[in-house]
């Protein structure tokens, strides 16, 4: 049991679902207490065994989810992460999670890293995140995905190239958060021009609903329209919304409650001195982790 927290780290960043992630790692734990206590002893690294089995469901997953995001009402988003100061279990009665289960938030994990690896193949991601970010040998990584380890070496290259082609200047964590802070208090006053301010004007927001709740089915492009679309809807809202900053998967974001529920989760992508993608997280499904207040 004390690989539970690396193997949720490792499903999370491979699915991008901590319901899935959780799912994959319970299964991983079955198949190793369904073999008998001479099959257990004769495996050299349970850990190491664990980490095989639970990667081959990821893959297998990922595979299938495929046709599940065609069917999927609107655009999908991977799960947001709350801080681990406060996770709330979505299990009944909200029972607060084990510290060793939460996943180590870091650049890795940040909904613009989740979101380009949702644009790789299952083999790709796989192959990427046990090499470049838990540092597997393209030898054990070709076990795992069932290719040689040439292959596997390039489809980590092929990644790299989705990754490099996605990324952005970097900008401080520092002028993240004031441009973050900015929109929240340009969106609290209605102000639709402090809005398109802090927008690109090629700006990108993307909502994911699931189908639960409303949501935009396709992505909105320009800085004026996504101003204009936040302020609406806002005003529209029924009962009282509340504003909150919140780090998001590890970045500056915001937390929209409604009547003290959480209702959306917002990560943002910043380049230089403007805002150029919010993710919008509205499925409740995804929002069972985070507290409400």
């Not at 040439?150 to 964590?173: D, E, I, K, M, Y």
């Not at 209605?190 to 700006?203: C, E, N, Q, R, V």
């Not at 809202?237 to 900053?245: H, R, V």
Request: one cysteine or more; aromatic letters at 6%; charged letters at 25%.
């Amino acid at each position: 049991m004390s690989e539970h927290r690396r193997l949720i780290n490792l499903t999370y960043r491979l699915l991008g679902s901590l319901a899935e992630a959780e799912d994959a790692v319970q299964e991983a734990y079955a198949r190793w207490y369904a073999l008998s206590r001479e099959q257990q002893t004769a495996i050299g690294s349970p850990g190491g065994w664990l980490t095989k089995v639970a990667s081959r469901i990821c893959l297998d997953l990922l595979s299938s989810a495929r046709a599940r995001r065609e069917r999927y009402v609107g655009e999908w988003l991977p799960e947001p992460l709350p801080e681990p100061t406060e996770w709330i279990s979505g299990r009944p009665g909200g029972i607060t999670a084990d510290p060793a289960d939460r996943v180590t938030l870091d650049e890795s994990v940040s909904m613009a890293f989740l979101v380009v690896l949702e644009s790789m193949t299952p083999a790709e991601r796989v192959a990427f995140i046990l090499h470049d970010v838990f540092r597997y040998p393209f030898a054990e990584v070709a076990e795992i995905v069932g290719r040689t380890p040439a292959a596997c070496r390039q489809l980590a290259v092929s990644a790299r190239r989705r990754l490099r082609v996605s990324q952005t200047p970097a900008t401080s964590g520092a002028r993240r958060a004031d441009l973050v802070r900015a929109f929240k208090q340009a969106w609290e006053a209605g102000d639709i021009d402090a809005l398109i301010g802090l927008l690109d004007p090629d700006a990108t927001a993307i909502g994911d609903g699931g189908g639960l709740v409303t949501a935009a089915l396709r992505p909105i492009q320009g800085g004026e329209q996504i101003a204009r679309l936040a302020v609406d809807v806002a005003g529209r809202a029924p009962g009282n919304l509340t504003f909150l900053e919140r780090r998001v998967n590890g970045q500056p974001g915001l937390v929209v409650q409604q009547d003290g529920v959480t209702v959306v989760v917002l990560a943002f992508g910043v380049a230089g001195d403007r805002i150029t993608h919010i993710w919008a997280v509205r499925n409740p499904e995804k929002l069972r982790s985070w507290a409400t207040e």
